[in-house]
Every structure is written in C-alpha cells, then in structure tokens.
C-alpha cells in the first residue's frame, strides 16, 4: 500500500493548525474587535487596577510592567506545548515535533478612570511577537478580571458591636467581662 501525498497531507495539515495560533482566520469588524478589547468595569480605579492584576496573575501570566499612574499593566506567559509536542511526535515523528512551537504570549492593559466609580480597561494581545485578537484567551482573561473584581468589592465584614462580651486588657493578660 502506498502512502500518498494527499493522505499525508489530510492527517497532518489538522494536527498543525490545531497547535498553531489558527490556520483559518476570520474577518472582524472594527465595533467587534473594539467590543474584546475594551471594557468599563463598575470599580474605582484603584480595584479595576487591582483586578486587572490579580486576574493576569491567577491566569499564569507573570507581571513584567506595573505603572499605576499612567494605567499600564503587562504580563507575559509561556507555553513550552509539552503535550501538544508529544502528541505529535508520538503520531507523526520529527516532522510532527518540529511543527509544534512553543507560544509566548503577552497581555497589555491601558486603564482610564472615567469617573470615581467606573474605569475603562482596554487590552492588547501579542503571541510569538505578533499582535492578535485571540477571541478565547481574551474572553477568558475578561473573566477572570471581572471575577476578582468582584472578590475586590465583596462586602467587608463590619466591626463587631456586640457588647455582651467586652475583651480588655490587663497586662499581659486579657480577661473577657460581662457587661450588665
């Protein structure tokens, strides 16, 4: 049985389109590509900062530029594929483990504070040094951010006014009174 270029072609051509950064690419508009990249989130500068940091970090990403008073935050994040390189190498030899590169990402942020209470974010992404609109990874990093927003805004728990049972100290010593 021969092995023809045509079969070769149908079972690797999938595999590296699947590993790559997408083989097939789709139009967007303008108003779309604005819609992933830009939210307004319901905190004030300071939580949106904070949420916008800890959402990148939880992700993996590592903070490599934080400027709070110019509203620039970026993180980086490599995948070395380790699965995807075995996957391939297992199925299809050297030439499998040659097409699966590793994917270096970075993720950018402009914060602006439209008013006390809301801030605008507006993300960037580069993969392997180039600009895209990675409409997963964007969505999923959004998530994430308006998630630990919410952990940032999460009611704090008030003081505990409970005058039944007073603590006050005595040297080193605290004693707990009743009050009458």
């Not at 590509?33 to 319901?42: G, N, P, Q, S």
């Not at 904070?50 to 709070?68: E, P, R």
């Not at 030439?95 to 504070?113: D, K, P, Q, Y």
Request: glycine share 6%.
């Amino acid at each position: 049985m021969k092995f023809s270029k045509s079969l070769a072609i149908t079972l690797v051509l999938p595999s590296l389109c699947s590993y790559s950064s997408g083989c097939a690419t789709t139009t967007m508009t303008q108003a779309e590509i604005k819609f992933l990249e830009t939210r307004e989130l319901d905190l004030p500068y300071d939580e949106a900062y904070t949420a916008a940091t800890n959402g990148l970090f939880s992700l993996g990403f590592t903070i490599s530029h934080s400027d709070k008073e110019s509203g620039i935050l970026t993180g980086n994040r490599h995948d070395p594929r380790t699965g995807a390189k075995l996957t391939n190498a297992l199925f299809f030899g050297v030439i499998g483990l040659a097409a699966t590169s590793e994917r270096n990402e970075a993720v950018s942020f402009m914060l602006n504070a439209l008013s006390p209470e809301i801030t605008l974010l507006r993300m960037k992404v580069v993969v392997d040094g180039k600009s895209v609109v990675d409409r997963e990874l964007m969505t999923n990093i959004w998530q994430r951010i308006e998630r630990e927003g919410m952990l940032e805004t999460r009611p704090h728990e008030e003081p505990n006014t409970d005058t039944k049972h007073r603590t006050r100290k005595l040297g080193d010593e605290e004693q707990k009174e009743n009050s009458p």
